[in-house]
């Protein structure tokens, strides 16, 4: 059974940093590629980043890049997802979501998803 557990997530002051980690189980995590999805009430699920099985491969959104980093330890299952310089319109709940092989540019083509995780922004 594919679990992904997120965890990181809570109330942080504009500017401020987080750290999300979403650690996999029950699929060869080395052969998949994983991405970070947010979502803020009343809006659209978002692809924030993404990085492939190999590691070649990353992709980041418009809207967080230079504020986010994507990372994966494969030794650990685990995929990061850093966050620097956070603002108010950065509150979401945050989701880790994977896919066979290759990344995806679209939500809607990841196939496992976590249970996600609340970030809060303060201004």
């Known amino acids: 059974q594919v679990q992904l557990v997120d965890s990181g997530g809570g109330l942080v002051q504009a500017g401020g940093s987080l750290r999300l980690s979403c650690a996999a189980s029950?699929?060869?995590?080395?052969?998949?590629?994983m991405g970070w999805v947010r979502q803020a009430p009343g809006k659209e699920r978002e692809l924030l980043a993404a990085i492939s099985w190999s590691f070649v491969t990353t992709y980041y959104a418009d809207s967080v890049k230079g504020r986010l980093t994507i990372s994966r330890d494969n030794a650990k299952n685990t995929v990061y997802l850093q966050m620097n310089s956070l603002r108010p319109e950065d509150t979401a709940v945050y989701y880790c979501?994977?896919?066979?092989?290759?990344?995806?540019?679209?939500?809607?083509?990841?196939?496992?998803w976590g249970q996600g995780t609340q970030v809060t922004v303060s201004s």
């Open positions: 029950g699929l060869p995590f080395s052969r998949y590629a």
């Open positions: 979501a994977a896919r066979v092989l290759n990344i995806a540019y679209t939500s809607s083509e990841y196939n496992y």
